[in-house]
């Protein structure tokens, strides 16, 4: 790989990392993940008008993977709202590469490499550190971020899926947005009543950065994933976790004793070796 590639990809990660921290640190998570949606469909509207619409089989992939999408959201926040970003994300990064090839292993019969269970099993091993001693995850964080990484899994098939029968995967992916803030926004409406955004107030601003990051870092990994190879890139940008143990430490005045940090490293280790196999 080439230092570009290198570079988009780790900029990939803590992008990611970085908008999952503005969500933990609102008051009001659905409503940050739901600005966060609103200002992603508005950078993508345009991208959507100019390109050709998704052919027709790809249709039913994008309304099953934007419900999906919403249904994660609602998981999200409610992972946020029982542990700290350091526990939380760690858990869902390192559910998501598992269930996958789980998922291919009973529904498509692909073997699972000797490098692939090491994988798993290192993952295995740093939750389990993370579900326990002095800082650990509390039962319903662990349930939480797990449900969460399940829908990661559900939709990222789904997609593969549909992107390939939309003729064109940038206009597939700005329709998504669009669809999902389009199904967010009503569930927002019927849990919380109306929804208010004074674009003057720092939660609004910061929410909406949010969702401007969460974007970029969508665009960084399709750019180094066009520019390089995809089992590098996405070992790379698994690097995330590390950088949101970091930053919830930082930023967030969450503990991170060695066992956390030891956790997040094995993690972080464990999505390379299975993301490279």
């Known amino acids: 790989m080439t230092g570009a590639v290198i570079a ?16 933990r640190s ?6 940050v993940v739901t600005v966060m949606a609103l200002v992603m469909a508005a950078i993508s509207l345009p991208v959507a008008i100019v390109l050709p619409m998704p052919a027709a089989p790809a249709w039913p992939y994008l309304a ?6 919403v249904i994660y959201s609602l998981f999200l926040v409610a992972a946020y709202r029982h542990g700290d970003l350091g526990q939380v994300y760690p858990i869902i990064r390192g559910t998501v590469p598992i269930l996958v090839a789980l998922g291919a292993f009973f529904t498509a019969g692909e073997r699972l490499s000797t490098t692939t269970v090491s994988g798993m099993a290192l993952i295995v091993l740093a939750i389990l550190l993370l579900g326990t ?94 520019l390089g190879p995809a089992g590098p890139v996405m070992a790379l940008r698994e690097t995330s976790v590390v950088f949101a143990a970091l930053i919830g430490a930082v930023f967030l005045r969450e503990g991170l004793d060695a066992r956390r940090l030891i956790a997040c490293a094995v993690l972080c280790l464990g999505t390379i070796v299975t993301a490279l196999s």
Request: charged share 15%; hydrophobic share 55%.
């Open 8 to 23: 988009l990809a780790l900029s990939a990660a803590l992008a990611h990392a970085v908008w999952n921290a503005f969500l």
């Open 133 to 226: 001693g002095r800082r650990r995850a509390a039962l319903p964080t662990l349930i939480w971020a797990v449900a969460t990484g399940g829908m990661i899994a559900t939709y990222a098939t789904i997609d593969a899926l549909g992107v390939r029968l939309s003729g064109d995967p940038l206009a597939y992916s700005a329709w998504l947005t669009l669809l999902y803030a389009a199904l967010l926004v009503p569930v927002y409406l019927l849990t919380r009543g109306k929804l208010r955004i004074d674009w003057r107030d720092r939660e609004s601003r910061k929410a909406a950065g949010g969702g401007v990051i969460s974007l970029g870092s969508y665009v960084l990994v399709v750019a180094a994933l066009a």
């Open 64 to 69: 099953a993977s934007g419900v999906l999408q």
């Open 26 to 31: 609102g008051a009001d998570r659905l409503w």
